[in-house]
């Protein structure tokens, strides 16, 4: 089964930007709900901190990174979005694009995962 594909990582100073991308073409129902997770070391978890809803749009971001984040998508291009700002050592992770019928099942990490991109924040 076709699985989201991200892209756009790579390392960037404290303070500096970045955007990353991902394939969702495997997930048009408008039902879908995408969002970005990351995992900040080998061994923790996948932390879920922004989902949107392909039908209408409606975000939902984490406290962590509310206002420095925004997640964005482009049905036409059936691309989901993450443009990141303000970037902190502490968002250096390797940050994985999901899909998922709602975001109810998306949060508890029940979802169809990327492979990932990592994100590296230098000070």
């Known amino acids: 089964q076709a699985r989201p594909v991200e892209s756009g990582g790579g390392s960037v100073q404290t303070g500096g930007s970045l955007k990353l991308s991902c394939d969702v073409s495997a997930y048009t129902r408008s039902d879908y709900c995408m969002g970005w997770f990351r995992r900040q070391a080998p061994g923790d978890e996948r932390e879920e901190f922004a989902?949107?809803?392909?039908?209408?749009?409606?975000?939902s971001y984490a406290d962590s990174v509310q206002g420095r984040f925004t997640i964005s998508k482009d049905n036409a291009k059936n691309t989901l979005y993450l443009q990141m700002s303000s970037l902190k050592p502490e968002d250096t992770a390797m940050y994985y694009c999901?899909?998922?019928?709602?975001?109810?099942?998306?949060?508890?990490?029940?979802?169809?995962w990327g492979q990932g991109t990592q994100v590296t924040v230098s000070s």
């Open positions: 999901a899909a998922a019928r709602h975001c109810y099942t998306l949060r508890r990490n029940n979802a169809h």
């Open positions: 989902d949107i809803y392909r039908r209408d749009g409606i975000a």
